[in-house]
Nanobody
Framework: EVQLVESGGGLVRAGGSLRLSCLVS????????????IAWFRQAPGKEREGVSA????????YYAESVKGRFTISSDNAKRTVYLQMNSLKPDDTAVYYC???????????????????WGQGTQVTVSS
């Protein structure tokens, strides 16, 4: 079974930066799966899990929520099976548990719903103080 492990969360002041990492392991590329995507979603207390950013591994297309455009950057190192989320100019509203997920065969709607993804990591807490 695919495993994803997030790291890099922590406590930072507003305006600061963090880099999250998502290591994907025990993943066998299936010949029947043409595409897959890895995304970062986040969930704040009392709120639904929302899409933050995603990357299509097949063509490196990237996607961002409007709230993080210009501040967050997603990237992948396929050799290391790791996806990164560089978060700059952090705001208190960015405080949440951040999860990475993998969607097998996913081609559209990357940030629409966490239900489109097949496997998730355990999450990493990001706290931004004002």
């Amino acid at each position: 079974e695919v495993q994803l492990v997030e790291s890099g969360g922590g406590l930072v002041r507003a305006g600061g930066s963090l880099r999250l990492s998502c290591l994907v392991s025990k993943f066998t590329f299936d010949d029947h799966v043409d595409d897959y995507a890895i995304a970062w979603f986040r969930q704040a207390p009392g709120k639904e899990r929302e899409g933050v950013s995603a990357i299509s591994i097949n063509d490196d297309s990237t996607y961002y929520a409007e709230s993080v455009k210009g501040r967050f950057t997603i990237s992948s190192d396929n050799a290391k099976r790791t996806v990164y989320l560089q978060m700059n100019s952090l705001k208190p509203d960015d405080t949440a548990v951040y999860y990475c997920g993998i969607g097998l065969g996913l081609r559209v709607g990357f940030l629409e719903s966490y239900l489109l993804y097949d496997y998730w990591g355990q999450g990493t807490q990001v706290t931004v103080s004002s």
